[in-house]
Every structure is written in C-alpha cells, then in structure tokens.
C-alpha cells in the first residue's frame, strides 16, 4: 500500500518549476513542481491525505495528467473498489515509467478484486526484485497461488522474504514474519504436506520476528501441527527469540525466557556453543535491565568455559562493565587489563584500556592510568580512543603543572587529520588556548588568536561556543558571546527554504532517485523518502557529482524524513557542517538541525518551563527526531522515555497512564519529555549543563558531582563529568541548542547555557 503524509505549505510553496524526465540529461536543473497545485487535483489531494478516498476519486475522474490517473487508482483501491481503478490504470506504465513497479502492483491488485486472478498474478510478477514494493507484490502473489492450490508457485514467491530479517523499526511491517506465517500454512496443508518444513517456517518467526504481530499467530500454529512436531518451540529457539528481544530493546522479556532455558543448557552442555551464547545474552540481558550481579553470574561461566573466542571477548568486557556497576573497582580494572593483554588484537582491546584508565582515574591511581593511556596511544593508533587517550593525557599533565607536556599532547591532536575529526582538532586547539592564556610572552594574544578562529569556523560547535564566551570575557559573559558571532551566520530561514537549483547528474540514471522525485511531487512523502535511502550509495560519493549526497539530503529534508536526512549529511557531506552557516552553506544546516515537530515543541516547551530550542536540541541528540526510535535500554520515542518514568510524569500531568506504543506518540512523547526536562531545569536553577547531564546520568548523580567539582567554570565541569556518555552526551546537546539558536530563535545563547554553580 503507498502511504501518504501531506507536504507542509512552507516546503509546498518552496517547491518550483518542472520535474525533469527520466533521462534528465547532466547539466539541466532539478526543478520540483507539486502535481496537485489548484484547482479539482488540489481539493481530490486534500480528500486523499485526510482519508476521504471515494471523494478523491470522483473529483479526479476529469483530471487526466499521469499524476491524476496514479492517485485515483490509489484511491479507488483505498475506497474497496480496486477493481474499477483498472481503467485509470491502462496504460499509465508507459506515462509514468518511474512509478512502473508501483503501477504493476496496483494493476495485479485490481485484477485480483475484479475476479481475474489469473492475470492478476502476472501483473504482480512483473514487478522487479530490485523494487522496493517488490515484498508486497510477491506476498500477493503467494496468498493467490495458495488459494488455487499451486504450492510451487506459492513457495517460489515466498522464498526470498523469508529471510527477510526484522526491521529496525518496532513500527513498520514486517515482510520476513508474513512470509513466514504464510510459508508455514502452505507447507502444512493439503496433498504433499511438510510438516517439518512446516515447523521450521513458524518457529522461524517466532523465534527472529518476536515483536510481530504474526509471531503470536505463528505459535499457534506451531503448537496446532500433528506430533511429534507439534508442540513448543526447542531451547536454540527460545535462545534465537531472547537475542531477537535484547536487539529490539525489551531486555526484561528477554530475561523471562532464558531463565527457563540456561539451567537446561548449563546442566547438558555447559561449554557448547548454544549453553554460550544463552548464558551471554542473559548476561546482556541483565546488564541492560541493570541487574549487575545477575549479569555477573551468568557472564562468569562463559568468559572461563566457552570456546568461541568472539563470544568470550564480548562477554569478559560485559562482565567488566557490570563488575565495576557493582561497585567493586579493582575487579573491573583487572578484567578490562585481562582483555587488553589476552586479547589485543581484538577491536575491543583499546575500549578495555580507556575503561580501566577512566576507573584508575576515578580512584585517585593518576599514574596507572597515564600507562594504560600511553598504551592505548603506542599501541592501538587510529583506534576508535587514540585521539581521546592523548587529551586524557595533556589534561592529567595539566592537572599535575606539567604545561609544557599537555601543549604537546595536544598540538599533536592537532597536527593529525583534522578534516576527519574536527571535534577533536577544536578541543585540542581550545584547551591550548586555555593554557597559553595564563602565561606571559604573548600567550594572551595566543589564545585570542585560537579562540578567534575556532569562533569563526565552528560557530555552533561545543568549542566555538566555549571560544565566544572567553572572547567575549569569561564563561559567563553570555552577551558578549553572542556579539562575538560572525555576522555572515545570521541568516533567514526563508533563504535556507528557497530551493537550490539541484543538478542531478549520475543520480539521474538512478531509479529510485527518480521514482523518489515523482513521488515527492505527488505529495506521497513517506513513499518518497524510502525511495530516496535507496540510492545507490555510490552515487553519492560520485566525483562527477559533489552535491549528490547533499541533493538527496535536501529532498529527505523535504519529504519530511530528517532521521535519515541529516544522517546521510553527517557521513556523505561533512565537509558542509564544518563551514559557517551562511550562503550556499545555509541549507546544510537546515538539513543537519531540521525544525521536526516545531508546533508540538512550541506549544508544550513554555508551559513546562523550557526553552524551545533546548528541547528540539534534546530531541535531536536523544533520538534523531525519530518518534519510534527505541534505545537498547527501552528509551522510547522522540526524547527517549524510559516507561517508568513516562508513567509518573504522566500522573503528574493529570493525562492517562502511556503504554509503549503512546510513547511513539510525537506530541504525547513531547509534552511529557518537555515536562521532564523542565523539573531538572528547575531542581538545577536553569543550569542547562547540570539539566542535560541530568536528563542523562540522573539528578542524583549530578548532585554527586556538583559537590566535589561545583568550584570548577562550565569547561572544565564538563570535562571532569566521571560518565564518558554523559560527557559527551552535554557536549552535544548544548551545540545543538546554539544550533538551533542560531538558525531559528534569533542568534544567541540562551539563558543558562554557560552558567554553572551561581555563575
């Protein structure tokens, strides 16, 4: 089915001129038009998205571009007449070349409802692997040969979805659990009946599609077949369902089922490779439901009695992990230097390090963890730490007076790739800024002459914002910091709107490239958008089209997809982030800090005492602007709720008790995260850091950390946040806000933003 989200006026309005045909040839513009601008076509789409699909119909029945024709077969099979879609259909292939699978698949459903089965299933065969509505044709296809009896037929349609894996999205359909189901049916009914095969399809799907809805039908089959096959799934089935769990995030679920699978496996086969892999996924299990000492238990077996080495390195660094939450440091500190010195090849090797240097640290051992950090540094160059262990390294150099060694430490950050890790290169510059400020023989100007720079190229970035403000005077000189601004990065929002005049080039032999513009221009945005993340990634990093990556961006932007918008910006088009936003550039900022759901954020922000860029920030840093996101812990939705602490606030607000599923819920996630947020915000006087690091670590922790470092400025607060994630976790969250302060509330800081302990 194509479904439809309709396209806001403001990007409506932007969009202009004439789409290009299917053979766009390289050096012409890109130019968008809306298919449905006025007239009997506008009214029938606003009937469309609003579900009035018979009404949309009939004021289509006299529009006769390819467009008109397209969506009244779409809904005229909306409104249960599919088989009178057949005559707007006639023909349409050749009009809408680019639509072609989509058509095939409408025209095989509308044969199907006018009686013609038979003709049905060659329209729904026509439809190519490589389409993306390929899954729903050949599912059709398979439910009519099943009711005329051809098995064979059946089968060869369901062979490619059954392996299908689950989708990442708790939301969306799930292709590979339908096969399945319908795969099972076949083999179970009827002359030539499998039953084995028959068994292996429903445990298939419950066991690796557990959050379906098939799953519970799929069980019941597979307790319905005739023994000795019928009956409950075995234990590697359970196992495959609690992995299956752990990856969708619903680590509790997981930990009922292994808890009657391990103790059969442990007694059997206590180091077989399934008895492993059970007792590590309960000991992730565990971990992530923060059951540290049933995490520990279960992970002891398999790091001392398992064969796999891959299933032993992952389990010794779990086990690390939930020791140290336990509270027993030294334990933790050993596990983390046994991996690193058994294992040090292995790509967590340089992580055990950095854990067990942040424990020594956080125990007052400076010069362990200095040995542990130069090993990281000597030994596991280019390593996901390297860079992170050298600033460890000049900070605890600082610390301890030795400036002339922390310089060093981190001109050598410095002089390393820079373009590939601007975050690093500006920390680095700004705490040597830092330093050189309190020396004499020109450090001052030094300093003023770095700060400078980083202002200027990172203007929204975590270090350019800390450089403002020590230009600007001090960590609280929060005005001065805003007149410290480039000029060139205040610019309207209209201006980032207009649309660029796009060249195509390589994209446009591209077919979902095409179909994703077509689509687009109908108004058919979500269809538009899983069109456009099916482009060939290698077109995009085409040296015959610098924009590409930038070009799909932009037209995700606009289809209202800003997850995967600004995730293809951060990986294909970095460069455009590391310019001031200002010109040609100003899109890309658009596209990396999109507006998404600005009303709900508007309306729920200030009563809850918010300011309304913090929370789009938030939003941004917690869940990509993704309302079905889910974290590995259980975080739902757009601010990432944890359930419990929905439901209270929840209370709190008067409204009704949220389940799950209300979670992803965008304006209901919204009014509750923003309620959320504004209690920290109050328990920490407007101190957006200590908010932020709350909303991360808890308000107990930050209250831990306020005492024994709340003498310290924003900076080094922040550096000295115990937590890794957290750390990094404020760093982001407070770009985004000047961010989006930059781009959308005017220009400056907001209030709070620099301001830390009465500062």
């Not at 086990?319 to 967590?348: F, H, M, Q, V």
């Not at 513009?517 to 085409?542: F, K, N, Q, W, Y």
């Not at 550039?585 to 922000?605: C, E, K, M, S, T």
Request: proline share 6%; with cysteine; glycine share 8%.
């Amino acid at each position: 089915m194509i479904r439809t989200l309709h396209l806001p006026p403001m990007i409506t309005a932007a969009l202009a001129a004439v789409l290009l045909a299917s053979v766009t040839p390289s050096d012409a513009v890109l130019d968008l038009t809306p298919a449905f601008q006025a007239g009997a076509a506008a009214q029938a789409k606003t009937a469309f998205d609003a579900g009035r699909h018979a009404e949309a119909a009939a004021k289509l029945a006299h529009v006769a571009t390819p467009e008109a024709r397209l969506l009244r077969a779409m809904a005229l099979a909306e409104a249960g007449r599919a088989a009178e879609a057949l005559a707007p259909l006639e023909g349409l292939e050749a009009r809408l070349p680019d639509a072609a699978d989509r058509i095939s698949l409408l025209r095989g459903r509308a044969l199907e409802a006018a009686g013609r089965g038979r003709e049905a299933l060659v329209a729904l065969a026509a439809v190519p692997d490589a389409s993306l509505v390929a899954g729903e044709a050949r599912l059709a296809r398979a439910r009519l040969a099943r009711r005329f009896g051809d098995r064979a037929q059946a089968l060869e349609a369901l062979a490619p979805l059954v392996s299908v894996p689950a989708p990442r999205d708790p939301a969306a359909s799930d292709a590979g659990a339908t096969a399945l189901l319908l795969s099972g049916r076949v083999h179970a009914e009827g002359e030539g009946a499998d039953p084995a095969a028959a068994r292996r399809a429903f445990a298939a799907c419950w066991a690796d599609h557990p959050i379906a809805p098939e799953a519970g039908e799929c069980l019941a089959a597979l307790r319905a077949l005739p023994a000795p096959l019928g009956g409950e799934p075995g234990v590697e089935e359970q196992v495959r369902r609690a992995e299956a769990l752990l990856e969708a995030g619903l680590a509790d679920a997981a930990v009922d089922l292994l808890r009657k699978a391990v103790p059969d496996l442990a007694a059997a086969a206590p180091g077989e490779e399934l008895a492993c892999r059970a007792r590590a996924a309960l000991g992730r299990a565990h971990r992530k439901a923060r059951s540290y000492a049933d995490a520990m238990e279960a992970l002891r077996p398999v790091v001392e009695g398992c064969d796999d080495p891959a299933v032993r390195v992952k389990a010794l660094f779990l086990l690390a992990g939930a020791t140290s939450n336990t509270g027993d440091k030294d334990g933790a500190i050993a596990l983390y230097r046994r991996l690193a010195r058994d294992y040090p090849r292995n790509a967590l090797a340089d992580d055990a390090l950095f854990s067990a240097a942040d424990l020594l640290l956080r125990a007052g051992r400076d010069a362990e963890a200095r040995e542990a950090l130069a090993g990281i540094v000597r030994d596991h160059a280019g390593g996901d730490y390297w860079d992170e262990a050298r600033f460890r390294l000049a900070w605890l150099a600082r610390r301890a007076g030795d400036l002339d060694g922390a310089i060093a430490q981190l001109l050598a950050i410095e002089e390393g790739e820079r373009d590939l890790d601007p975050y690093e290169h500006a920390r680095a510059a700004y705490w040597r800024a830092r330093i050189l400020a309190g020396r004499g023989d020109g450090g001052a100007r030094a300093a003023e002459a770095i700060w400078t720079d980083l202002a200027t190229r990172f203007p929204a970035d975590y270090y350019g914002l800390l450089a403002r403000a020590r230009l600007a005077g001090g960590a609280g000189g929060e005005e001065g910091a805003a007149r410290a601004l480039p000029a060139a990065a205040h610019a309207s929002t209209a201006a980032a709107l207009a649309p660029p005049r796009w060249r195509p080039g390589p994209l446009a032999a591209d077919p979902h490239f095409r179909a994703g513009v077509l689509l687009l221009r109908m108004g058919l945005t979500r269809d538009a958008a899983t069109e456009l993340t099916s482009v060939d990634p290698e077109r995009l990093t085409d040296p015959d089209a610098p924009d590409a990556a930038l070009m799909v961006a932009d037209l995700l932007d606009r289809a209202g997809d800003h997850r995967n918008a600004h995730q293809l910006l951060r990986t294909r088009a970095r460069v455009a982030l590391r310019r001031a936003p200002a010109a040609e550039n100003l899109r890309a900022w658009h596209i990396a800090y999109p507006p998404a759901f600005r009303g709900d954020v508007q309306r729920w922000a200030p009563p809850a005492g918010v300011p309304v860029d913090l929370l789009q920030a938030l939003m941004r840093e917690e869940s990509a602007l993704d309302p079905h996101a889910v974290s590995p812990v259980g975080a739902i939705g757009l601010t990432q709720l944890m359930l419990p602490t929905a439901r209270e606030v929840a209370r709190q607000l008067k409204i009704r008790r949220p389940s799950r599923a209300d979670l992803m819920n965008g304006a209901l996630n919204i009014r509750i995260g923003a309620r959320y947020l504004g209690q920290l915000l109050r328990r920490f006087d407007g101190r957006v850091a200590l908010a932020v690091a709350a909303y991360n670590a808890g308000g107990g922790a930050v209250s831990r950390w306020l005492e024994a470092r709340g003498d310290l400025e924003l900076d080094e607060f922040v550096e000295e946040i115990p937590f890794e994630e957290t750390r990094g976790y404020v760093k982001r969250v407070l770009r985004s806000y000047a961010a989006y302060r930059l781009l959308y509330g005017g220009g400056g800081p907001a209030g709070g933003l620099f301001r830390l302990a009465g500062r």
